[in-house]
């Protein structure tokens, strides 16, 4: 699918942004692995969403979406069957490293694939501890990537250190862990997303921290839960940008996720001189959540160093664009686990942005973006990543003349609708 976007007026108004993906696959898994009827709302009804909801019903769980109301009438993990043929996660690497570590405890055989772009993704840091557990794991693919077959079983708890700092391979192991002898702690685990850890105590797992480490401990049932997903903030940061952007420009987020292991592209933002206004902060559902006000501003650049990047991975490419058009330079570094997302995302924004105009220079490991300069409009390529492609059309917000993107569809498997978001935003 090919888009256009040109140069926009101010964007205003107040929205709400589509529930959190991150929450929304926690809720379906977790929901599976409890005994008794869980209920998710709103659920994002994205395409790596809907990819978890189909491998649950392959493994014999009921689940049922009606509108944005999930319902999961779970049985525990030893109600789960062995699933007539390969479980496929399409895009969604949440999906394929959660369930493979909650395969790992089942008495069956099982196999995970995905689409061409999960198949390119390294797996070596779940198969590798997932066998110390004592899981019989295999990656297919060359050089540890998917597909994935599990032969699960009897489990003991293990100690592992986290090699990168990786919220879904900590949410492997601590579903393995429910299911295994003794206790599993993952050292260096609180630096990470930290939704699985919250939803698990919500539906009471022996569940403990010490320091920077994970502790978790086997626990025969969960407790389902009645769960309020909040707006997906890694989507509204791609609004607020805009917003930043746009000469203007006045935008208002409600209800949106504010969990500080997310949050770290706000701070990122006001350190470049935009004022993000916080209001009607709250914890529901062991989630903090509230307002967010942004509105133009004159930005400089900053430099951003390798400790924030966890909590601000997805606006990785976001903070490209915005050096585009501060003042000075912008640097990125320690973030180099952006070369195995869904494209090698680096080299994905630098060399669209250089076709708009931008002066940027590839790292290792992130980038130096030299600003301000006037970003012309261009034809890019979203290379099917659903944040590079979003990150363009806020590109092409503040560019000058038309920007044609190729391969929008990426877009549904985080933000349905961003698109028509967009226009009703900048309509006037």
């Not at 693919?141 to 293990?158: S, T």
């Not at 990470?192 to 919250?198: A, F, L, Q, V």
């Not at 902060?281 to 062991?286: A, D, G, I, K, L």
């Not at 220079?361 to 290379?383: I, K, M, T, W």
Request: aromatic share 2%; proline share 5%; glycine share 12%.
């Amino acid at each position: 699918m090919v888009i256009s976007i040109s140069g926009s007026r101010a964007l205003r108004g107040e929205l709400r942004v589509p529930p959190d993906k991150s929450i929304s696959h926690r809720a379906a898994i977790l929901g599976a692995m409890a005994r008794g009827t869980t209920v998710a709302e709103p659920f994002l009804r994205s395409g790596d969403c809907l990819s978890t909801l189909r491998c649950l019903r392959q493994l014999g769980v009921e689940v049922d979406l009606k509108g944005d109301t999930l319902v999961v009438k779970g049985r525990g993990p030893e109600g789960w069957r062995a699933p007539e043929k390969t479980l496929d996660a399409g895009n969604s690497a949440t999906t394929m490293r959660l369930l493979a570590g909650a395969l790992s405890g089942r008495p069956f055989r099982s196999e995970l694939t995905g689409d061409e772009s999960l198949r390119r993704r390294p797996m070596g840091r779940i198969v590798r501890p997932l066998r110390l557990m004592g899981a019989d794991i295999e990656a297919l693919g060359e050089g540890e990537r998917p597909p994935l077959v599990i032969r699960g079983g009897e489990l003991r708890g293990i100690e592992h250190r986290m090699e990168v700092d990786s919220a879904q391979v900590k949410s492997a192991l601590l579903l393995a862990g429910l299911q295994a002898e003794g206790e599993t702690r993952v050292l260096g685990g609180r630096s990470s997303r930290d939704h699985t850890e919250r939803m698990l105590l919500l539906m009471g797992a022996d569940l403990s921290f010490e320091g920077e480490d994970v502790l978790v401990i086997r626990r025969s049932d969960l407790e389902p839960a009645e769960i309020d997903i909040p707006g997906d903030l890694s989507s509204a940061s791609f609004l607020l940008a805009a917003a930043a952007l746009v000469p203007g420009s006045r935008l208002t987020v409600r209800d949106v996720g504010l969990n500080p292991t997310r949050a770290g592209f706000l701070s990122v933002l006001n350190s470049m001189g935009a004022l993000v206004l916080e209001s009607a902060y709250r914890e529901v559902c062991n989630e903090p959540r509230g307002d967010l006000e942004a509105g133009s501003a004159s930005l400089r650049g900053v430099e951003v160093e390798g400790w924030r990047i966890p909590a601000l991975i997805d606006e990785v490419p976001l903070l490209a664009v915005l050096g585009c058009r501060a003042r000075g330079e912008t640097v990125v570094r320690g973030a180099g686990e952006l070369r195995v997302k869904e494209s090698d995302r680096i080299a994905a924004v630098c060399g669209e942005l250089r076709k708009m105009g931008a002066s940027i220079e590839e790292l290792p490991d992130g980038f130096v973006v030299h600003g301000p300069v006037n970003l012309r409009g261009a034809n890019v390529d979203s290379h099917g990543d659903h944040r590079i492609a979003m990150s363009l059309a806020v590109a092409a917000l503040c560019a000058e003349g038309e920007t044609v993107i190729s391969g929008w569809e990426c877009v549904d498997i985080s933000f349905p609708g961003f698109l028509d978001t967009l226009r009703r935003l900048t309509r006037g």
